[in-house]
């Protein structure tokens, strides 16, 4: 299973709602998870399931989306979530990510 | 306190091997399954290989099946990683997580790989 990231890369200023897509080449239903990376450091998990957040993320960040669409939203940026976020989803026991989409400040 | 520490990582030959280690705290081992992810440096991220909290079942993507071997120690809390014939495009930042249903809910550090001739 392919996913797909969209845009590549996503200029905003901090305020601003961001809506970051992935398409999943067939239906995944909502095995869908998203992971922020900033620079120097691993990735963190922000969503599972498609759309529960992870322990600690703050309730700006939301998830949405089942079969082959999801979105990302970030409601209000902050500063600190300019950074690169992933897609990814396990279809038997086989784990792929979409490419990433960049945010970063404009 | 969760945490995962890898080690192992450094220089290698293109045909060579190298093994990583990586060692959990701040959860009960055996009743998680754990994994290997890396990334290239400025590029995506790529699962590697997953081995359930037994160890009885491991799972491997094509780019490494038949050349890495995954395998934990429970009584050691740390999880491995054989690298054998090891190439050019095996050059990445290796990760240990910690594996919850699907997905990685606790990250290592990472550990850099780098296969040169």
């Given at each position: 299973i392919v996913l797909t990231q969209s845009p590549a890369t996503l200029s905003l200023s901090p305020g601003q709602r961001a809506t970051l897509s992935c398409r999943a080449s067939?239906?995944?239903?909502?095995?869908l998870v998203w992971y922020q990376q900033k620079p120097g450091q691993a990735p963190r998990l922000l969503i599972?399931?498609?759309t529960r957040r992870a322990t600690?993320?703050?309730?700006r960040f939301s998830g949405s989306g089942f079969g082959r669409d999801f979105s990302l939203t970030i409601s209000s940026l902050e500063p600190e979530d300019f950074a690169v976020y992933y897609c990814q989803q396990r279809n038997n026991w086989q784990w792929t990510f979409g490419q990433g989409t960049k945010v970063e400040i404009k | 306190e969760v945490q995962l520490l890898e080690s192992g990582g450094g220089l290698v030959q293109i045909g060579g091997s190298l093994r990583l280690s990586c060692v959990v705290s701040?959860?009960?081992?055996?009743?998680f399954a754990v994994s290997w992810l890396r990334q290239v440096p400025g590029k995506g991220l790529e699962w590697v290989s997953s081995i359930s909290g037994s160890g009885s079942s491991t799972y491997y993507a094509d780019s490494v099946k038949g050349r890495f071997i995954i395998s934990r120690d429970n009584s050691k809390n740390t999880l491995y990683l054989q690298m054998d014939s090891?190439?050019?495009?095996?050059t990445a930042v290796y990760y240990c997580v910690r594996s919850s249903a699907y997905y990685a809910d606790y990250w290592g550090q990472g550990t850099l790989v780098t296969a040169s001739s």
């Open positions: 067939q239906s995944i239903s909502d095995y599972y399931d498609a600690g993320i703050p309730a | 701040g959860f009960t081992f055996e009743n090891m190439r050019a495009d095996d």
